[in-house]
């Protein structure tokens, strides 16, 4: 788990940001949304309380009926 501070909390978001440009051309969201989103979601992983894993793997175990 990624503590509180940690830069890599910040991966998604960062990305993000760093496409910027790309979303804004291409008419996938507006400005001031995407101004929000990133103020949110990085307010949401500065609390200490949001786990923030790095990768999120699912097992799913079962059987095929004969």
Do not use: C, Q
């Amino acid at each position: 788990m990624y503590p509180a501070g940690s830069s890599r909390r910040t991966i998604h978001p960062d990305l993000v940001r760093s496409m910027r440009a790309k979303i804004l051309g291409r008419g996938l969201a507006e400005e001031a949304e995407l101004d929000e989103l990133d103020r949110e979601v990085r307010e949401h992983l500065a609390n200490p309380n949001t786990l923030a894993i790095p990768h999120i793997y699912f097992l799913a175990w079962g059987h095929k009926p004969a």
